[in-house]
Every structure is written in C-alpha cells, then in structure tokens.
C-alpha cells in the first residue's frame, strides 16, 4: 500500500516536480534577469489572477469528478461535466473578448488589453482541461499526466527562447525586421503561455472524446451540489494564497513602489518553490489513494501516519533550503535579495498549508463539504484584514505574515471539527517532537556551525540526514516487518 502510494507520488512528481523544476531553474532565473523589479511584479500580478480565474472556472469539478465516477459505469457523469466546463469557460472567454478594454482599463493596463486576453485564453483552455487531467489520474494513468504536464513547461520555455533571443537575432539579420516589431515587455511571456496551453489541448483530445458526449443534467446537478461548497472553499483558499499580490499594488500609495515590492515578494516566493512542489505532487497522488482507502481496515491509523510523514518530509525540505540558502537565493537575480528575510515566513505557511491539505480530506470522504467552505473563508477574511492592516504600513513583510495568521486559525479550525466528525489519532505530541528537533537544527546552524566553506556545507548536510535517520526511527520504517510489508504490498 506504502509502496503504491510512493511510487504515484514519484510518477505524479514527475509531472509536478519538473516542469516546476524547469519553471525555477530556467524561467525563474531567465525572467528575474531579464525583466525589471517592475516587469516582474507585473507577472506576479496577471498570474495571481490565474489562480483566481481557474479556481472559479472549474467550480470544484475535479473533487466532484472523483467522487461520482466512483458510481459512473457509463461516463455520464464525466461527459456531463466536460460539457458544463465547455459552455463556461467558452463563455469566459467570449465574455473577456467583449469587454476587453474596460477590463483592461479596471486593472490598470489600460492599452495593453492583448494581456487580457491572452490571460483568459489561457485560464479557459487549462479550466477545460482540468477534468480529462483528472481523469488521468482516477485511472492511475500517471505517466501520460506527467508527460503532458512536463510538455506543457517545455513549449513555454522553446516559445520564450524564441520569442526573446532567436526572433530578435532574426530581425537584426534579416528584412523581416521592417515588418516586424519587437516589444521588450511581458507580452510574449503571455503568448508562449497561450501556445503550450493548446498544444497540450491538442494532445488531450482523445482523453476528451473517448467517452460518447451525453449531458444528464440530473447527474450534473447531484455533482454541482457536491462541489459548490469546494467551488467556496477553493476560491476561499486562493485569496488564502494569491489575495496579497492582487492587493499589493491597490493597498500601497506609489503605483511604482507597489509594483516594485510585488517584484521582491513574487521573486522570493519562488525559492520556496521546492516545498509547494512537493506539497502539489503529494496532492495529485494522495486525493484518489485516500478514496480508494477510506472504509478499509486500519484506514485512519493509515492516515495518521502519512499525516506525520508528510510534515517531516516538508520540514526536510524546509531545513534543506534554509541551510543552503545562500545558494538558493541565486536562482533569482541579485535585485530582488532584500526580500530574503521573508523567505523563513514563506516556508513556515507552507507548511501549515501543507497539513491543512492533509486534514481536509475528512469533509471530502464524508460528504461534509460545507465544512471545507466555512474553514476557509474564515482563512480568506483573516488573509483581506491582516492585508487591510499590514501591507499599507509594511508592505510584502505584512502580506507574508499575514499567511501565517490566516493559514494557523484554518489549521485549528480544521484539526477540531476533523476531530469531532472523523476523528484520527495524529500523536500530536510526536508531531510536536519533530517540530522543536527541528528548531534545534536551526539554531546549531545559526549560532553554532562556523561559516567555513566546505566544512559547514558538510556539517550541514549531516544535520538534514541526521533528522531524516531520527524520523525513520521513531517511525519504525526501520523494522524487517515494515520493510517487507513496504516490499509485498
């Protein structure tokens, strides 16, 4: 069981680990250098509306698609609902394309409406495709998914090369350039977007139109009932997420300064990237494992100890970045360093929203949506009001606090109502452990290690195995019997 679940975290990672991976370490570092602070704040914001738009686009399908096609022997649970998400997200699209100008001029990119519409291009195709995604994984058919996820990253980077280096060098060669007028700004970052987006609908067709086309609105009713409240909860937990970079540049007096500091903290988020990959790949495997688990024997001791692993691989990752941090920084340019303080504050709600994933599976597996809803919009009322008080008196610093806020009262909230309708034994207390070895490591690495180059590099590196020996121990996972059980199943 331990062995099956490893291994489509591993495939699953493939698809989320790498093309993140190539977004970090190729376009990260491409667009830091070649963008300003501003520029990059830019991107930071459009993108942040993604989030936004997806969230809403697909109204909590994936889940609802999860929960139904367990009962769908003749796909019209499926077809019905890439049929509601056709008709949505094609009229988003048109609706956009209609009043592309006053959009453009509400969001203050007034003259730049191809930016607009090359966004929700973007966000209707990949709203569209959320279901035959997750059909791929229902049907544990992970290698295509990671496949096509990895396509999708690799045609971003091959259209951005061309669009910034290769047509440059182009028209300064060729009479093309007296036709042809380059822009030095985001707008071919948009573009390349637009056109992995396409050629990853290409490809997904024939998941599309395996199942004959029939709409049921009874099935699609039952299906919406269920995941309006995740609809709530997602949008919820997006502001929860992506409200601050929105707010940022409305919440800070100088429009220049608040792009400028939207620049540091979208810039500093992404060297805590390695954690959110883990966190989105364990998401992908761990959805349709505990589904398919719940109601067996031993299922919510299972649960708690997949709970208790999780945060101390996310603490791994944690100790790993922190500890080498003055290499990570690199992966941004040097500009956009004076935010590295906030980096620890990054980690640390990450984390927590890392376990609020893990509890949240208690109201999908019972049908209790309404309670995922509650929890987090309480999360995005906290996130608006610490934003409100923070970011006009302490910019990015105030946002990323604010996380912190937002994601413990979900985290608390989460953990009691779990408790009270499906209650788990997570040994809080070894949790704890963990926790407090770990700020031990912290603080020897802080006040202890001498910063001599390869001596504390490899002082630290003994840190990190030595927590990861003490977590397999007090784990067990040492045992002959675990082994085997590991080895068999």
């Known amino acids: 069981m331990y062995k099956k679940l490893a291994g489509q975290t591993l495939i699953y ?100 409406s191809e930016f607009i519409i090359m966004l929700a291009a973007v966000v209707a195709i990949d709203a ?66 637009l056109i992995a987006s396409i050629i990853v609908l290409i490809l997904l067709l024939p998941e599309i139109f395996e199942i004959k086309m029939v709409f049921n609105w009874t099935i699609l009713k039952q299906i919406l009932i269920y995941s309006l409240p995740l609809l709530l909860a997602g949008l919820a937990g997006t502001i929860n997420e992506t409200l601050d970079r929105v707010m940022m540049k409305y919440l800070i007096a100088d429009k220049k300064e608040a792009l400028y500091a939207l620049g540091i903290y979208g810039a500093n988020y992404k060297i805590a990237t390695l954690l959110l990959i883990f966190i989105q790949m364990f998401r992908y495997a761990i959805e349709p494992f505990y589904f398919n688990y719940y109601g067996q024997k031993d299922d919510r ?57 893990n509890l949240s599976i208690w109201y999908k597996l019972t049908k209790q949506t309404v309670f995922g809803a509650v929890v987090t919009i309480v999360g995005a009322a906290l996130t608006i009001i610490t934003n409100l008080m923070y970011v006009p008196k302490y910019s990015y610093t105030g946002a990323a606090f604010g996380h912190i806020i937002a994601y413990v009262v979900m985290m608390v909230i989460s953990y009691i109502w779990g408790q009270k309708y499906f209650y788990v034994d997570y040994k809080l207390g070894r949790i704890t452990e963990y926790i407090l070895v770990a700020l031990v490591i912290f603080v020897l690495d802080w006040y202890v290690i001498p910063d001599i180059f390869i001596v504390s590099d490899a002082l630290k590196g003994l840190l990190i195995l030595f927590y990861t020996y003490y977590i397999f121990k007090r784990e067990n996972l040492f045992s002959i019997k675990k082994l085997l059980k590991w080895k068999l199943e």
Request: contains cysteine.
């Open 13 to 112: 990672g493939l698809g989320t680990v790498v093309p993140r991976l190539l977004n970090y370490s190729i376009l990260t570092i491409y667009y830091t250098r070649l963008f300003s602070v501003e520029q990059f704040g830019v991107l930071t914001e459009l993108y942040a509306y993604v989030t936004f738009l997806l969230i809403f686009l697909t109204y909590g399908m994936e889940t609802g698609y999860f929960r139904f096609s367990m009962e769908d022997k003749d796909g019209k649970a499926y077809s019905s609902i890439i049929i509601s998400l056709f008709v949505t997200s094609a009229g988003f699209l048109l609706g956009v394309l209609i009043f592309k100008n006053e959009i453009s001029s509400a969001l203050d990119y007034k003259g730049n």
């Open 128 to 193: 569209f495709c959320a279901i035959p995604f997750a059909k791929l994984r229902k049907e544990e058919r992970s290698i295509k998914f990671s496949a096509l996820k990895i396509i999708n990253v690799l045609a971003t980077i091959i259209c951005v090369v061309f669009f910034y280096e290769i047509l440059p060098w182009i028209i300064e060669k060729f009479p093309i350039g007296l036709f042809i007028k380059l822009r030095s700004d985001i707008t071919y970052v948009l573009l390349s977007n």
């Open 301 to 357: 001791k299972i649960f708690a100890q997949i709970m208790r692993l999780f945060i101390a691989v996310m603490i791994i990752l944690c100790l790993l970045i922190m500890l080498y941090l003055k290499y990570m920084k690199y992966f941004i340019a040097v500009k956009f360093h004076e935010g590295l303080f906030i980096v620890p504050m990054i980690l640390g709600s990450y984390v927590i929203y890392g376990i609020i994933l």
